[in-house]
C-alpha cells in the first residue's frame, strides 16, 4: 500500500514536468502551424487574390482544379495583367505589410525585433532578461512574422520561430509554481523549447535537440537532452498533424533525391565548402558594420529603416525569378531533381542553362547584399533561411555550371565514373550542399546542419557529401578565427556571456579580480552604513568578512536580500539608524542548500548565489530588540578559489556553475572578488590589444561607405527640405 | 612576411591534431573493412566452402553466377548433404571458432574479453587503465572478434569495435608527442575514435559522434565532438571506399522503406515500445546475475565457458531459422519489406503466417536466454546487435500478427485509414521499431538510437515513430529506475566512474570527506619522515600544511611527484635520513600552470593534480646540502572547497574539472578531503541502506538457478570421475 502510495506521488512530481514540457510542445506545434498558414496566404496576396473567397491562398484557391504550369488556375486573380502594374502593387503591399511589422513591434513588443537567438542563449547561461520571453512578446512576433515574410524583406522566419517557441516554454511554464519558483528549471524548459522551434521551423525534430546542445546551451546535461527531445517530438507530431501544407511534409523545402554521387564531384563540394565558409564571415563582418551603424544613425527611424528595405528589395527583387518568389518557395525549387516533373520557369532547360546561371548569380549577389542590411533591423528576422536561399542559388550555379561541362564533354576522364544511361550531375543535390555550407557557415554549427539537412531530405548517400563541405566550410571559417553571428551579436550587445572557445590566458586570476572591494563586517555595522552599502548600484553582492584586520571570509550576500531585508525591518519598525546588524551564519546550520531554502536540489545550476529569487521566499527573520541578523541569508559557501588558480579554470568553474561571483582567498583572507563581466572586461581589452597592433581599421569598409551614403542623403534630404519650406514660405508669402 | 610565418605556424600546430584524427580515422576504417570481411568468410565456412578457392564466401563465390533462392551455386559447396552431418559440422565448427577466441584473448590480451564500452566511459573521465587500449588488446580483438560472431554466440561486434577504435586511436596518437604527454589530449582522441567505431559499426557518421557525447564523454565541449564528427567522417568515407561487401552499402542491415505509418499504428508501437523497457530493465537485472556467478564459480574456465555456451547455442539455433544465420544477416531480412523481391524462407507468406510468428517467438525467447549467459563471457562481445535482433524478432512478430488482424478484418473501423491499393502494414518496419526499442532499452540512450535508425534506413517517415517507440522504452526504464548496462557494469566492477544521473543527498561535504588525513608540514621535517609518508599505499598525494597548529592550507604534492624527487635525490647521493625537507611553493611563481609545465593550457580538463605525468619532466631541482626542496613540485592552487559546500556541487566539480583530490578548508584550516572513491562508497552506503529496507535479496532469482544448476553438474561431474577412476583402478587392479 505503502510502495503504491510513494509510485503514485514520483508519478505526480515526476508528471509535472511532463506535463508542462507536452503543452508547451503542443503549443508550439500549433503556433508554428498557425504561422506557417498566415505566411502562405499573406504571401500569395501580394500577387493576387481568390475569388472564391479572400481567405483563401493560391494553392487552396485551386486546390483539385486544374491549374497551369505554375500553379494558377481560373479563381485565382491577379491583381491586374500589365507588368508595371503588378510591379507596383506587389512593391505597395511588400511595403504595407513592412510598415505594419516594424510598427506593431515598435508601438507594442520591442522586444520581438531581431532573431532572438543570441539574448536567449544569454538567458539559458543564467543572464536575466525580464519580459524578454513575455506574452507580449510571443503575441507580436507571431503576428509580425508573417507580415515580414510576405513582405519580402531577406529575413527567415527560423530564428525567430525559436524565440517565439522559448516564449511559449516561458508562458507555459510560468503557470506551474514548480517552474516560476526556480530559475534553474525555467532555463530547462527553455532549452527545450528552443529545439522544439528548430523541430518545427525546420521539420527537423532530431536536428531541434542537436541545435539546443551545439548552439544554445553551454552545459550539457543527459536530464534536459531528454526534456529536449521529448518538447521537439511533441511539438512535430502537432504539426504533422496540423498538416498546415496539405501535402504531409512538414515544411516547404522538404525534397527526396533518387540519386547517388561520385567521388569526383567533390572538389566541387569543396568549392561550395569555400563559399559558405567565405559567406559566413563575410556576412557577419558586415551585418556587424551595418550595426553599428544602425545604433548610430538609424535608432530613431526603426519603421522607416524597415519600409525603405522592403520598398527597395521589393523594387529590385521583382525583376529575378529567384528573388521575387517566397524563400522557402525557392529553396523547394532550387532543391529539386529535374526528373519527375514539375519544372519552374526553364530552371531545368540545357537550352537556357546560361541565363539560369546569370539568374542564379544576380540572386546570390543581391540577396546577400540585402541579408547585411536586413538581418538586425527593427521586425522579426532570422539569417537562417536567407543564408540557405543564398547558398542555394550558388550551389544550384555551380551544379549547372558543371552539368554543362559534363554534357559538352561527356566522355572526358574526369567524368569517367557517370553511368551513361542516367543523369550524372544533379544540380538540386548542389543547391543542397550550398544552403547547408551557408548555413553552418553563417552559424558555426556542423553536426546539426548535417542532420537538418538529412531530416529535410531523407537521402542516406548525401550524409558523406554534406559533412565533407561542412568540413570545408569551418576550416575556412577558423583560419579567419570566425565566431557564429549569434556569439558576435552577443559581444556587439555587450550581453555578459563567455562563449564557447577557449582561451589560453597563461595569467592566474589575481591578475583579472577585482581588488577594490565593499566588503561588509559580519558583526558591529549600524543599519545606517549597512544602508549605505545598498546605494552602490555596481555590486551584485557583498562579501561577509571577520570584523578584525584579517578579513578572514565569512560568507556573502547579495544585494538582492539585503535589500530585502532591510525593507521588511523598515516595515516592521522593529529598528532605528543605530540598530546593530549581524551577518554571521548559523554554522549548526550547514549551506542554505541543505535548509531546503533553494527549492530543487537535483537542478545542477540551481546552486547558492545563482538564483536571486528563491531566498526571497525564506520565512521572515525577526529583528530583535536591537540587533538585525542577517545570518539566515548570508552564503557560507561562496565559491572560492586560490588567487593563483589559472584564468581558464576560473572560466570553466563559471561556465559549468554558473555562479554570479567568484571569491579570492588566500589562506582564508578575502583578497579579491571577480564576476563573468570582469572576465569579458579583460578579454575586451587583451583582443583590444592585439588586434590594435594590425592593421585593422575600428570603421570598417562597409561602415565607411554607409557613413558617405548616410551624409550624402541627408545632404540631399536638407536641401530637399530647405527647397520645400523656402517654396512653401514664399507660397504662402505670395498668398499673404 | 612575419604574417605569413605566423600563419604556417598556426597551421602546423593545428594540422598535427587534424593529422592524427584524419590518421585514426583511416585506420579505424581500414580495420573496420577487414573485420567485416573475415566475419563474412568465416561465418559462411560453417555451411559450407567454395570449391574455386578456399578464401571465397558464399557472396564473392556465386559473384555473377546464376544462383538459387537463398544464394547458393554450383561453385559453393555444403560440407555435406545430410542435415544431421551439417547440423554436427555446424556445432563442431562454432565450438572451435569460440576454443580458438577464448585461448587467444586468455593467452595474449585478457582486456580483449568483453564490450569494452563500460571500462572505455572511465578512462575518458579519468580514470587511468594501462595497456588497456594497447596494441596487444587491438590486434587480439581485431582477429578474435570475427572467430567470435562466426562460431554463433549471441554476442555482437558492434561494441567491441568502440574498443578496437579507442585503442587504434591511441596507439597512433601515442606516436605524437604532442599527445602521448598530455593525458587530456589522448582521452580527446579516445573519445572522437569511439565515435568512429559506431560510425564504422552501424554506417553511421552522425549516430556515432552523438554516441560520444550521450554515452562516452561525460563533460561535452564543441571541440571535441567536432574531433569526433571529423574523425567519424573519415572512417566512414574510408570503409565507403573498401566497400566491404561489394553493395555500396556500409552494413549489412542497411534498408529502405517506401511507405508511410498510419496514425493507428501508435498503439502497436507502444507495445513494442513496452517490450524494449522490459527487455533493457532484465537483461541487465540477470546478465549482473549470471556476472556475480561468473565470478564466484567461472573465473578459472574462461575457455569452457564460451565453448560450451557456443556448442549450446548452435546445438539450439541450428533449428530455428533466425537463430541460425548471422545476427546481421537476419537483421536485414526481418527490416525488410515483402515487396521488392528476396523473400527469406517464406517470411512473408500470409500462408505461413502461425508458424512463423511461432519462429519468431522461439528465436526472441532463445536469444533472449542466450544473451543474459553470452555477454560478460571471456571473449570480445558486445550486446548491441544481439538486442537489436531480440527486438527485430519481437517487432517483426508483433508486424505479422498485425498484418494477419488486417487481413482478416480489412473493413474494421481501426483500420479505416488503410489504403486499399497499397499493403497497409508493413511488417519490416516494426522489426526496425523493435530493434530500436531493445537497443535503447539496454544502453539506456535515445537521441542516439533515433539518429542511428534513421542512418540505416533513411526513412524520413520513420522518425517519429522512432521517437514514440523510444520515449515509452524510456519511460518504463524509468518507472524500474534501471541504469543502462554499461554503467551497471562500472558499479559492478567497482570503477571510480561518477554517473551522470543525478543524485539529490542533501548533505553538505564535511558529512562524507575523510577527516584523518597524513599532512606534510611545509617545513620542519626530516627526510626519513617524508620517505615513511610514501609507504602508505592509500594515499595519492598529501595536503601542505603549516608546520604551526593552524594547519593553514598550502598546497597538495602528488605521491608520484614525491616519490620522483625522492628518487632522484637519493641517487644524487647529496641526502641523508636528517636531510630537511621543505614544501613551501614558490609565491613568486604563480600557478604551476603558468610555468609551463603543464603543457596544454587551452586543454580545459588538464588542470593541476589530474595529469600525473606531467610534472616528472620539469627540470631536477637541485638538493641543496642539508635543505631538499619539494617546492617546484607542490601544486600551490588545488581545488578547495568549505566544509558547508553541498555534495552535489563537489560532485559537479568532480565531474567536470576531473581533479583527483578535492581539498576541505575552512577559513584556510584543512579540515579534510574527499576523493571520487570517497564519493562512491558512499553513495554505495546510502543505497544499500534504502535497498535493504526492501525485500531485494542479494541473491537474485537467476543466480539461485545457476547456483542449484552448478552444483548438480559438479555432482554428476564428480560421480563420473569417481566412477572413472574406481574402473580404472579396478582394471588396474585385475590388470596387476
Redesign the interface.
Known sequence: MQWVWAQLQRLSS?GQSWFVVSLAGICIGLNAALIAILTEWLSDLKMGYCSDGWWLNQEFCCWEIETDGEGACAAWKPWTKYTAGMWFIYTALASLFAYLAAHLVRSFAPYAAGSGISEIKCIISGFVMKSYLGLGTLIIKSLTLPLVIASGLSVGKEGPSVHVACCIGNVVARLFSRFSRSQGKMREIITAASAAGVAVAFGS??GG??FS??EMSN?????T??RS??CA?VA??TL?AMNPYRT?KLVLF?V?YDR?WHFFEIIFFILIGIFGGLYGVFVTRFNLQVAAFRRKHLAAYPITEAVTLACLTAVFGYFNRFLRIDMSESLYILFKECEGGGDYDNLCQSTAQWPMVNSLLLATVFRFGFVILSYGSKVPAGIFVPSMAIGATFGRMVGIIVKAMYRSHPTSGIFAACDPDVPCITPGTYALLGAAAALSGVMRI??TV??IM??L????TY??PT??VL?VT?SVG?WFEAEGIADEMIRFNGYPYLA?????F???V?RVMRTELHTLAAAGLQLTAVGKSTISQLNDGFPIVTPDDQR???GYIGRTELNYVLQKANRGRHVHSETHCTFIPDPSS??P??D?LVPH??D?DV?HGMDEDDPLEMSVSTAMDDVLDFGPWVN??PI???P???L??VI??FR??GPRVILV?Q???LVGLITVKDVLRFIAATEHASSSDSNVDSVGALQGVLEEAWLWTSECLGSVQRWASNTSSSIQGRLR
Open positions: 515526476a525534430p532530431i535537440v542537436l546542445i551545439e552545459v550539457f546535461s543527459i536530464k537532452m531528454w527531445f521529448f517530438l512535430t507530431v504533422s504531409g522538404q527526396t547517388d556542423t553536426v548535417v542532420v538529412f531530416e531530405t531523407g537521402a542516406l550524409i558523406l559533412m565533407i568540413l569551418k577558423d564557447k572557445n577557449e582561451h589560453a597563461n595569467i592566474p589575481s578572514i571570509l565569512l550547514t549551506a542548500m541543505a531546503g536540489l537535483t545542477p546552486i557560507q559557501t572560492t578559489v586560490a593563483q588558480l589559472s581558464e579554470v570553466q568553474l559549468q556553475l582567498e589562506h582564508g583572507t
